[in-house]
C-alpha cells in the first residue's frame, strides 16, 4: 500500500523533473560551475515559485559555503544545495498528531479552491487504513453543496459525516460532531470548513471560534489544524499560511495538486519565514493519492534521484 | 503614488549616476528592482525578462541616459508597458446566431462555477436568456453546486446528471437552449490539469460539438509561475478567446493576469471578486497595473467609499463640517461607515505605500484603535457627545472607566477630535469633503 502511495507521489514529481528540477539535476552535470551555473541555478529556483527573497538567501549560503570549503566539484555543490533545501523545511517538522488521546480532533482550512474537501477524503481514508475510527464534521455550510459532495466522498471512502443543513452555523456543526464522535467513540475527528481567502477578517475570526469551541468539549482540541494550500499557488501562499497561522493556529500544510506542473516551491518560503510544517502531499482526485511528507525524499524526488 | 516601488528605482539610478554618465548597463542595472517587483508579483520569469528587455530599450532610446531624473522617466515608462501588455478591456463577444455559446475552462478549484453564474447574472442584466450546463461529471456534487447556485439566481441549469459524457451534456445543452429560445449558453466544464491529455481532449471534442462563440480560460489571481504553462497549453488545445481572473478580492498581486495575458495574446474580460453572484468587476489595466507592481489601488478604494457613503449623507456632513457643527455623535456614525467597507488593514493597503506600513502593524492593530475610539464615544452622555467642552476631570475618569480605557487614552481622543475641529475650520474657507474627492482621483 505504502509503495503504490510513494509510486503515485514520484509520479507527480516525475514531472517536475522534467522540467524545473530536471533541469537543476542537468545544471549540475558539467564539469566546473561557473557564474552562468549560479544565474541559471536563480532562474530555476524562481521558476518553482520558491522566491526571490528564499532563493537569494540559499544561493548565498550555498556559494559561501562551497568556497569556504573549497568545493569545485558540481555535485559536492549540488549536494549542499539539496542540503540547504531539506533544512528550509527540516527545521520545522513535528510528527502529525502526536501523543495518545480518545479523540483526535483535526480541523482542515484554506482558501477557496485549494482541495480541502478531497484532501480531507483522503485523510480520512488514511486514517481508515491505519485503524482509526474516523468521522467527517460537514462545517462547510456556505458553498453551494459543498455538504453534498462532502458526504459523496465520504462514501465512497466508508466514514460518516455530521452534517447540517445548508447555511447552518458551522460552530454547532462542529459541537454536534464532537458530541457524536464521543458517543460513537470515534477516536478521530476530521473537520471540514467553509473556503475563505485570509484577507476576509470576519471570515478568519469565525475559523478561531470553531477552534475554540472544540477546545471547549475536548482538551486541547483542535490538536492538528492543516491549511490546504495548492501547489499551483505562487508567492501569495506565504500571506494565507502567514495569517491562517495567526488566526487559526494552523500547525501544519498539506501541499494539495501536487500532481500539477507546478511543485510547490513556496513550501520553502513558508518553512524558512513562518516554521509552518508540510505534513502531507496530495497528487490526484483518487482517494489513495496522498502520502505523509519527507523533506528528504521530496528533495531527492525533485532532483530526480528518488 | 509609486512609493516603494519608485523609491527603489530612485535609489538605484541615484547610486548609478554618481559615478557620470550613465551607460545602456547602468540603465539594465537600474530595473533590477522592478525585475523584482515584477517576479514578487508572481509575473512569470520569462515573461518579466522580456518585458525588462522592453523597458530598458525604449527607456535608452527615449534617452533617459541624458536625463536628470532618469528613475521617474523609467517608472513612468514601466507603467505605461505594464498598461499597454494588459490590454484594453474588452467586452464578451455575443454576435452571431443565437443561441451564442460561451464555455468556461481552467484547473481544478480556479472557481469556473462561481464565475459561470456570475456570468450569468451578468448577461441577464444584458437583456440575454442564459441557460447554465453543468458539464462538470467527475468532481463530486459540482452538478449540485451549480443546481444550487441556479436556483439562488433564478437561471436554469441544463444537467444529466453525472453518468453521460460531457460534450454530449453540452450539445443537448446547446440543443435545448435554441428550442426553448434561451439566447446564450454558459458551459461549466470540469477543472483539469492541462497536461492530461484525456481531459484536453475531452474540451476539445466540447468545442468542437457546441462552437462556443468565446472559450474563456478562468484564472486565480494567487497562481504562480505555472501560469505561463497553463495558459499557454490551454490555448494551444482549445484556442482560448478571453481570461477571466477569479479571487481578486485576496491580496495576491495578481502576476498570473500578465503572464497568462503575454503568453496567450487574449483579452481580460471580468474579474471575480468575492462568492457572491454580483461580485463581478470589469477589469482596468491601470489598477490592475498599480497592483502588480505594488502600488496600491487608490481608485478600489475611493469606488468603496463612494459605494458607502450616499451622497445626503455627504451632503449633510459637509454642511455640518461648514457650521462647525461636527460632534462626537457625527463621529461616532463615520467610524461606523468606515468599518462597514471593510477591515481597516485591507483599506490601509490600498492606498500606495501604505501596504509596507500595515505589514509591520499587528493584524488587528489598526481594528483595536477603532474599537477602543468607539468605546470611549460610547461611554460619553449625549450631552458629551454633542459639547465635548463641559468633559471635565472627573467626567474623563467615569468615561475612562465606563469604556474600559484610561484617563489617558480618553485625553488623546478628545485632543484629536478638536484638532479634527480646527482642520475643518480651515476647509470652510476652501471647499468641502465633496470638493475634496475629485481631486483624490
Not at chain 2, 79 to 90: F, K, R, Y
Request: include cysteine; glycine fraction near 8%; charge should be neutral.
Amino acid at each position: 500500500m505504502l509503495g503504490l502511495r510513494r509510486n503515485k507521489i514520484e509520479d507527480g514529481v516525475e514531472r517536475t523533473r522534467q522540467s524545473v528540477f530536471g533541469r537543476i539535476a542537468n545544471l549540475f552535470r558539467t564539469n566546473e560551475i561557473t557564474e552562468e551555473t549560479w544565474d541559471e541555478l536563480e532562474m530555476l529556483l524562481i521558476q518553482a515559485d520558491v522566491g526571490i527573497a528564499t532563493v537569494a538567501e540559499l544561493l548565498q549560503i550555498v556559494r559561501e559555503s562551497s568556497a569556504e570549503r573549497g568545493l569545485r566539484r558540481p555535485e559536492e555543490v549540488r549536494d549542499l544545495l539539496k542540503q540547504g533545501l531539506v533544512d528550509l523545511l527540516q527545521g520545522s517538522q513535528h510528527t502529525y498528531l502526536e501523543g495518545e488521546r480518545l479523540l483526535n480532533v483535526v480541523l482542515v482550512v484554506g482558501v477557496n479552491g485549494s482541495g480541502k474537501t478531497t484532501s480531507i477524503a483522503k485523510l480520512a481514508r488514511y486514517h481508515k487504513e491505519r485503524g482509526d475510527r474516523v468521522l467527517l464534521a460537514a462545517a462547510d455550510t456556505f458553498r453551494a453543496a459543498a455538504i453534498d459532495q462532502l458526504q459523496i466522498w465520504a462514501q465512497r471512502v466508508g466514514v460518516d459525516v455530521i452534517a447540517h443543513q445548508p447555511g447552518a452555523d458551522p460552530g454547532a456543526v462542529v459541537y454536534d460532531a464532537i458530541r457524536a464522535a464521543q458517543a460513537r467513540s470515534a477516536n478521530v475527528l476530521i473537520v471540514d470548513t467553509a473556503g475563505r481567502l485570509h484577507t476576509r477578517h470576519n471570515l478568519m475570526q469565525e475559523l478561531a471560534k470553531i477552534s475554540s469551541i472544540a477546545r471547549k468539549q475536548v482538551h486541547r482540541a483542535p490538536h492538528e489544524t492543516l491549511l490546504v494550500l495548492d501547489a499551483t499557488t505562487g508567492q501569495n501562499a506565504l500571506n494565507q499560511a502567514k495569517m491562517f497561522a495567526e488566526t487559526a493556529g494552523v500547525t501544519g500544510v498539506v501541499l494539495a495538486k501536487l500532481d500539477s506542473s507546478a511543485k510547490g516551491g513556496m513550501v520553502f518560503a513558508i518553512g524558512r519565514e513562518l516554521g509552518l510544517p508540510v505534513l502531507f502531499v496530495a497528487t490526484g482526485e483518487q482517494p489513495d493519492d496522498w502520502a505523509p511528507f519527507d523533506a528528504v525524499s521530496f528533495v531527492n524526488a525533485l532532483f530526480g534521484e528518488a | 503614488m509609486f512609493e516603494s516601488l519608485s523609491d527603489k528605482v530612485q535609489e538605484a539610478f541615484r547610486k548609478l549616476s554618481g559615478k557620470g554618465r550613465l551607460s545602456e548597463t547602468d540603465v539594465k542595472t537600474g530595473l533590477r528592482d522592478v525585475r523584482l517587483a515584477l517576479l514578487e508579483a508572481d509575473v512569470n520569469y520569462r515573461v518579466v525578462k522580456d518585458f525588462t528587455d522592453r523597458v530598458a530599450e525604449r527607456a535608452i532610446g527615449e534617452g533617459v541616459i541624458r536625463s536628470l531624473t532618469p528613475a521617474q522617466m523609467v517608472i513612468k515608462i514601466v507603467h505605461e508597458e505594464l498598461i499597454s501588455l494588459l490590454g484594453e478591456p474588452a467586452k464578451l463577444d455575443l454576435g452571431g446566431t443565437p443561441p451564442v455559446v460561451l464555455m468556461l475552462v481552467g484547473l481544478q478549484g480556479s472557481g469556473k462555477t462561481t464565475m459561470a453564474a456570475k456570468l450569468a447574472v451578468h448577461l441577464r442584466k444584458l437583456g440575454h436568456r442564459p441557460l447554465l450546463v453543468a458539464a462538470d461529471t467527475y468532481r463530486p456534487a459540482a452538478i449540485q453546486q451549480l443546481e444550487t447556485l441556479g436556483r439562488a439566481i433564478d437561471i436554469t441549469v441544463h444537467s444529466e446528471g453525472d453518468r453521460v459524457a460531457p460534450p454530449r451534456i453540452c450539445r443537448n445543452g446547446v440543443d435545448r437552449a435554441r428550442r426553448e429560445g434561451y439566447t446564450a449558453v454558459l458551459l461549466d466544464t470540469a477543472g483539469r490539469l492541462q497536461i492530461d491529455d484525456t481531459m484536453m481532449s475531452e474540451l476539445e471534442s466540447i468545442r468542437e460539438l457546441t462552437s462556443p462563440r468565446e472559450c474563456l480560460l478562468v484564472v486565480d489571481s494567487m497562481t504562480g509561475q505555472e501560469a505561463v504553462a497553463v495558459a499557454e497549453e490551454f490555448n494551444k488545445r482549445i484556442g482560448v478567446t478571453g481570461l477571466l481572473l477569479t479571487k481578486v478580492d485576496g491580496d495576491a498581486r495578481g502576476g498570473a493576469a500578465l503572464s497568462a495575458r503575454s503568453v496567450t495574446g487574449v483579452p481580460i474580460k471580468f474579474m471575480g471578486s468575492g462568492e457572491k453572484p454580483t461580485d463581478l468587476e470589469p477589469f482596468y489595466p491601470d489598477r490592475l497595473a498599480s497592483r502588480i507592481l505594488g502600488m496600491g489601488d487608490m481608485l478600489t478604494l475611493i469606488e468603496r467609499a463612494e459605494a458607502t457613503f450616499d451622497q445626503k449623507q455627504a451632503a449633510d456632513l459637509e454642511r455640518k463640517m461648514r457650521s462647525s457643527a461636527f460632534t462626537l455623535e457625527d463621529f461616532i456614525e463615520q467610524l461606523h461607515a468606515v468599518k462597514s467597507m471593510g477591515p481597516l488593514n485591507d483599506l490601509l493597503e490600498m492606498i500606495p505605500g501604505m501596504s509596507q506600513v500595515t505589514k509591520q502593524l499587528p493584524s488587528d492593530a489598526t481594528e483595536r484603535g477603532l474599537k477602543t475610539t468607539e468605546a470611549i464615544i460610547s461611554s460619553m452622555t449625549i450631552q458629551e457627545r454633542r459639547a465635548p467642552r463641559i468633559i471635565n476631570a472627573s467626567r474623563r475618569r467615569r468615561i475612562a472607566r465606563g469604556s474600559g480605557t484610561s484617563v489617558q487614552e480618553v485625553n488623546n481622543l478628545l485632543r484629536q477630535f478638536e484638532q479634527m475641529q480646527q482642520m475643518m475650520k480651515q476647509l470652510q474657507s476652501g471647499r468641502g469633503m465633496r470638493g475634496l474627492m475629485p481631486r483624490l482621483r
